[in-house]
């Protein structure tokens, strides 16, 4: 099992335009992962973690895009419950 850490996402326009999401994470090692790699890497049993400023949250996987008229999959995500700073979403982009 291998560990990842994430400190910076890459997102893009959704299709309608409407939002932007999140299409893959870059890890403190400063490689690119697209959303597709890092669900099949966590089906694998290995551990994705955000990091950011001492905070750490585990990554987990969504079928889709989190806002009800997307379609993007597949999608990652973080406990709800983490701080503000290791949330995925707020992660700054790279």
């Not at 999140?22 to 890890?27: A, D, H, Y």
Request: proline fraction near 5%.
């Amino acid at each position: 099992m291998a560990m990842f850490t994430v400190v910076r996402v890459r997102k893009e326009w959704s299709a309608d335009r409407s939002h932007r999401h999140i299409e893959g994470v870059l890890t403190a090692a400063n490689v690119y992962y697209d959303c597709q790699q890092v669900v099949a890497s966590i089906d694998a049993g290995n551990i994705w973690n955000t990091s950011l400023d001492g905070y750490s949250a585990r990554i987990t996987t969504l079928g889709y895009c989190p806002v009800p008229s997307c379609l993007a999959k597949p999608y990652l995500k973080t406990h709800p419950d983490s701080w503000d700073l290791d949330n995925l979403e707020n992660l700054p982009e790279g």
